[in-house]
Nanobody
Framework: QVQLVESGGGLVQAGGSLRLSCAAS????????MAWFRQVPGKEREFVIA????????LYGDSVKGRFTMSGDNAKNTVYLQMNSLKPEDTAVYYC??????????????????WGQGTQVTVSS
């Protein structure tokens, strides 16, 4: 089992950058496929990005391609979401998630087994 805690959210102007962190405990994050999702109140959860550590294969949500990247620090057991060229429509609560099934890299939230509590990102215009 793994526990996930996000941090790094906040208020940023459009065009700016922000880096979110997802600290894992209990097990190393590299034992899982990891992903980020986001959700706006009243809307469905949206897939952002996912990575399979064994081969570096990465999936991107259409709205973040070319702007968001994901990385990990094994020493800190922490996963990061680097967000550049932020837009007001990126405003949401961002969640990191871990999937025990490392054979298939998924963009479906229902495939992920563990979730963090979320961190708010607000992008002002």
């Amino acid at each position: 089992q793994v526990q996930l805690v996000e941090s790094g959210g906040g208020l940023v102007q459009a065009g700016g950058s922000l880096r979110l962190s997802c600290a894992a405990s209990g097990r190393t994050f590299s034992a899982y496929n990891m992903a980020w999702f986001r959700q706006v109140p009243g809307k469905e959860r949206e897939f952002v990005i996912a990575i399979r550590w064994s081969n570096g294969n990465t999936l991107y949500g259409d709205s973040v391609k070319g702007r968001f990247t994901m990385s990990g620090d094994n020493a800190k057991n922490t996963v990061y979401l680097q967000m550049n060229s932020l837009k007001p429509e990126d405003t949401a609560v961002y969640y990191c998630a871990a999937d025990l099934n490392i054979l298939v890299l998924s963009s479906q939230g229902t495939d992920y087994d563990y979730w963090g509590q979320g961190t708010q990102v607000t992008v002002s215009s």
